[in-house]
Structures are given as C-alpha cells and as structure tokens.
C-alpha cells in the first residue's frame, strides 16, 4: 500500500523563478493538502484541494497555487521565488476534506532558493 | 498567528527515562489533537492522537494526557529508547483548520 510520494525530493531554484512541486496521495485518499515548514518549525497550513477545488487555504500570498488532477495528484506552483521560500514542503493526504482526522504526510520536497 | 504552544524545544533523556512534551491551545474549538514524530530527512508520522471527550489515551509506549479544562495537552513516552530520538510535533485541529506546535528535539542517550 502506497503512502503519500512528493517529487522532486530536493531542488535549488535562483530568486524570480518559479517551482511546480508534485504529490501522489496514499490509496484511497481524495484529499490533498500542502504544508510548508522552515527550519526549526512545525509545518505551516498553505491550502487544500478536494473534488480539484482549493477547499482551504492559510495566510500565503497568491504567489502560491495550486491544482488537483481526476487521480487526486495534486501539484504546488510558487511563482516569484524569494529567498523566504526556502523550506520543505510536505503534502498531506487524508479521506475528505475534515482536517479533524488522520492526514498522512509525504517526505516532502526540500526547496532552496539562492 | 501562534494558536499551539509547545515545550519544551530540546530534551535529553536517559535510555529507559520517561520523555514528557507539553503544549498548549487557546481555542477551544478544537477537536482533534494529533502527535507526529518527524526523522532527519523524513516527514512527520502519525504517532497518536485523542480527542477531548477522554483524558488519557495510550498506545504502548506512548499517551497521550489531556486536561480541556486547562487546555493543555501531553505526550509521554515511557521506557524511552534511543530509536526514539526525534522531534515531535503537536497539533490542535478542527473541521477546517489545524495549527501545530513548533516541535521538540528529543534526545535519547544510551
């Protein structure tokens, strides 16, 4: 049984650019949701997808989208990178839209932005 | 803003030791109250979770203590082992929201 898989694990990106990263939710989960956590703290809410709509989303500017495909993929766009965005970024998967219950998380994805 | 406080940052404790990590919600409309355990390089696992209608709720070596009244939370891990060494994460998490704590480093020496 597959869990949550994020690609790529690591990349380095220059300031002005822009990311996609990408996540598969573990079977049978319809829910994505991405977190961003910087060095030394706990992982930050950016927003979640259901039914490939952005059900939630946390204090991030629109610098940051998003998309759900048909299979529950989900992608995190970052556009205009800043050297703030440095972090990993963990998706989340879980069985409907309530945050109130298990969300299983991926390895994430570390973003370094020179 | 910070809604789940959590203490301490580090801990060091002796193979064997209990390990206790404390934290600390302000609304009280949260319902769910997730631990996570997060390894170097990996992301964070669901170790346990409670919610507020128990006060205790413990799975081997882990529980989780739980006072609504004061609107704190805690996990304790018994007979801690180095394999144990990590950092844990609190949560606090309603229908359409969830906050986490700022994690502790937990250090098991042997």
């Given at each position: 049984d597959a869990g949550v898989t994020q690609s790529p694990t690591h990349l380095i990106k220059t300031r002005g650019q822009q990311v996609t990263l990408r996540c598969s939710p573990k079977s049978g989960h319809d829910t994505v949701s991405w977190y961003q956590q910087a060095l030394g703290q706990g992982p930050q809410f950016i927003f979640q997808y259901y039914e490939e709509e952005e059900r939630q989303r946390g204090?991030?500017?629109?610098?940051f989208s998003g998309h759900q495909f048909p299979n529950y993929s989900s992608e995190l766009n970052v556009n205009?990178?800043?050297?703030?965005?440095?972090a990993l970024y963990l998706c989340a998967s879980s069985s409907?839209?309530?945050?109130n219950q298990p969300q299983h998380f991926g390895d994430g994805t570390r973003l370094s932005i020179l | 803003q910070q809604q789940v406080k959590q203490s301490p940052q580090s801990l060091i404790v002796q193979k064997g030791g209990i390990s206790i990590i404390n934290c600390a919600y302000e609304n009280?409309?949260?319902?769910y109250f997730p631990w996570y355990q997060q390894f170097p390089g990996k992301g964070p696992a669901l170790l346990i979770a409670i919610r507020p209608d128990v006060s205790e709720k413990k799975e081997g070596r882990f529980t989780i203590s739980f006072n609504k009244s004061a609107k704190q939370f805690s996990l304790h891990i018994m007979?801690?082992?180095?394999?144990?060494s990590a950092t844990y994460f609190c949560a606090a998490s309603l229908l359409n929201d969830m906050r986490f704590g700022a994690g502790t480093r937990l250090t098991v020496k042997p």
């Open positions: 204090n991030f500017p629109d610098r205009a990178l800043l050297l703030g965005d440095s409907g839209q309530r945050f | 009280t409309a949260f319902d007979d801690s082992q180095p394999g144990d």
